[in-house]
């Protein structure tokens, strides 16, 4: 889960660096924190 997020936090960043903005970074994390959850879910409703 930490994982999904230090890779969204990083690309966040970057792109935010390379296209000049301050956008990409909070949606990159939602983005990977939503899909972090939706991968633990899934891990936990297995047998």
Known sequence: MLGFIALGAFLGHYLDSRWHTEV????????????????????????
């Open 24 to 47: 990409a970074s909070p949606i990159c994390i939602l983005i990977f924190v939503l899909l972090s959850i939706a991968y633990v879910a899934k891990k936990l409703s297995k047998p």
